[in-house]
Every structure is written in C-alpha cells, then in structure tokens.
C-alpha cells in the first residue's frame, strides 16, 4: 500500500513570492493535516481537510491556506513568504472518522525562504 | 490550553542499556496519545495509540504506557538502529489536531 507522498520534496523561494504544496494521501483515507516543523517551535498544527471541508485550523496567519479535492489530495498554498517560513511541511492522512483514528506522515517538504 | 512536554531533551545509550523516556500532558478531554519516531530528514513513523489510563502496547524493543498524566516509552535493549528522535502526541475530543512535545533525541552507540 502506498504511503503519503508529498510534491516538491524540496524549494528555494525568495521573500515575498508564494508557493503551493501538494500532498496525496493514502488510498482510502479523507482527511488530511497538515503542520510545520522547525528546530525551535517543534511540530504545529496548520489545518485539517476532511471531504474538501475545512474541520480544524492552527493558530497560524492568514497567509497559509490550503483546500482539498474530491479525490481527497490536499494543497497548502504560503502567500507573501517570509524568513521564518522556512521549514519542513509535513502532510498527514488519516481515515478521519469520529473514533481516533492514526495520522501517517509523508516524507515533508523542505521549504527555504532566502 | 493543551501541553505536552517531553523529557529529557536527548539521551544517549550504551547498545543494551535500557531506559525511558517521558512525555507528560495537560488537555481538556483525552482522545487519544501517539508515539511516533522520526529519522533525521524524514517524515513521523507512527509507532503506537494509546486512549485510556493503564493501557500498554509493545512493538520489538519499545513499550508505551499511560497514566493520566503521563506516558511513557520504554526501549529494552536499544540497537543503534533505535537511534531517532521520539515524538509524542495528544488528541483532544474537542478536535483532530495533534499536539506534539519538542521530542527526545535518542543516540545509541555500539
């Protein structure tokens, strides 16, 4: 079964530009988060699609956002780019049901802001 | 607000040397706590759910425990190849979201 795979594993952006990241989740499951990861803060929550729906969002501003498909692929899309948004996005995918139910992460995309 | 902190911060081990690692928590309403581990450069592997105080799963070298504070992961004598960083997880029933601890980076020397 194939995992979560994320597109591009890696990017230079320059201040001020915009970028779009991909994510396709595993086959079967509808909900996918997505969180930021840097050596200071850690791992932090950015949002959770579920059904093209946005379930949950991160105490992040309004320049992350990002939407998902029927297909269930998600994107996250960082406007206006700055320093400190450099870091590894990782994209989760779940089930999503009422239960818990586990999150699998994909390998991350590296995001440079120069 | 929901917290998790994890201790220590890094910790190195003698091939063989067994030891624990901590993950304590504060949130409204339990839904669930994950472990995962995380390779330098790579994306969290889930290794283990816990839902309710007391409960105990094992997986090769590792055992996870829950209390209601607290969890957690014991390695029983660690290879080299168990060295990572080890990240644990709250879910809240108020949400989906994962609220994770800064993680202990484990190095296990032959």
């Known amino acids: 079964k194939a995992g979560v795979t994320q597109t591009p594993r890696y990017l230079i952006k320059t201040r001020g530009q915009q970028v779009t990241l991909s994510c396709s989740p595993i086959?079967?499951?509808?909900?996918v988060s997505w969180y930021q990861q840097t050596p200071g803060q850690g791992l932090q929550f950015l949002f959770e699609y579920f059904s093209e729906t946005q379930r949950n969002k991160g105490n992040f501003p309004g320049r992350f956002s990002g939407r998902q498909f029927s297909n269930s692929r998600s994107e996250m899309n960082v406007s206006t780019l700055e320093l400190g948004d450099s870091a590894l996005y990782l994209c989760?995918?779940?089930?999503?049901?009422?239960?818990?139910?586990?999150?699998?992460f994909g390998p991350g995309t590296r995001l440079t802001v120069l | 607000e929901d917290q998790v902190t994890q201790s220590p911060e890094a910790l190195r081990l003698q091939e063989g040397e067994s030891s624990s690692l901590n993950c304590s928590y504060t949130?409204?309403?339990?839904?669930?706590l994950f472990w995962y581990r995380q390779d330098p450069g790579k994306g969290p592997e889930f290794l283990f759910t816990l839902y309710s105080a007391g409960e105990e799963k094992e997986k090769e070298r590792l055992k996870a425990t829950l209390t209601k504070k607290e969890s957690f992961l014991h390695i029983t004598a660690p290879k080299p190849e168990d060295s990572a960083t080890y990240l644990c997880?709250?879910?809240?029933?108020?949400?989906?979201?994962?609220?994770f601890g800064k993680g202990t980076s484990l190095l296990v020397t032959p």
């Open positions: 997880a709250v879910q809240a029933n108020s949400g989906y979201a994962l609220n």
């Open positions: 989760a995918s779940s089930f999503g049901g009422r239960r818990t139910d586990t999150q699998y």
């Open positions: 949130v409204s309403g339990l839904r669930g």
């Open positions: 086959s079967g499951h509808r909900s």
